[in-house]
């Protein structure tokens, strides 16, 4: 139902009676991260990793909390972490191409940008990779990926304003005047 903090308060109860139950601390980890309570996640998805170091699912979501936070490097090390035991997860690159981007490590980005579009076709992955030729100053090459990704968005313009407007602060920590951006 989307009522994360009432969950949460069950939990917490549920949790009282079986402190050790890993499906609890996984709701649990969940609920708070919905909520964008992200250091309480990090807490409950450490107590997961810890009884199973390997977890795929537990590094993913402990790379999505710091992405949150914009605590790339520590994302990295979460998403680098599933990349190395399952190298042909394709949802990996998404946010690892992210990261990169919003460190300004754009070739790296771009390697893993472009694995995304080779995959699949979502909008958000030509933006995204529109964002890196334009930082690397290719804008022809920047031009024809936003013109895909518009394409995919069935030229949804205020999607497109609204990705622009988010993804501001990281154009221009990568070199993008404010003026162009618009």
């Not at 890993?22 to 810890?50: G, H, N, P, Q, S």
């Not at 930082?135 to 394409?151: D, F």
Request: charged residues 30%; aromatic residues 16%.
């Amino acid at each position: 139902l989307g009522m994360y903090e009432e969950a949460i308060s069950y939990y917490k109860k549920a949790e009282l009676i079986d402190s050790g139950k890993k499906w609890i601390k996984e709701r649990m980890a969940y609920c708070y991260r919905r909520v964008k309570d992200y250091k309480k996640a990090i807490t409950y998805y450490e107590f997961l990793e810890k009884s199973n170091p390997d977890d795929l699912f537990v590094h993913a979501n402990l790379g999505h909390c710091y992405m949150d936070m914009e605590k790339y490097e520590d994302a990295l090390n979460h998403y680098f972490k599933v990349e190395y035991l399952d190298p042909d997860n394709p949802k990996i690159h998404r946010p690892l191409a992210w990261c990169l981007f919003a460190m300004g490590k754009l070739d790296k980005a771009l390697k893993y940008s472009s694995q995304n579009i080779e995959k699949s076709k979502n909008k958000n992955d030509f933006i995204n990779t529109g964002h890196i030729y334009w930082c690397q100053g290719k804008i022809q090459q920047a031009i024809e990926y936003y013109k895909r990704g518009y394409a995919l968005s069935k030229q949804d313009s205020n999607w497109l304003s609204k990705t622009f407007k988010q993804d501001t602060e990281h154009l221009l920590k990568n070199g993008i005047s404010h003026f162009d951006i618009p």
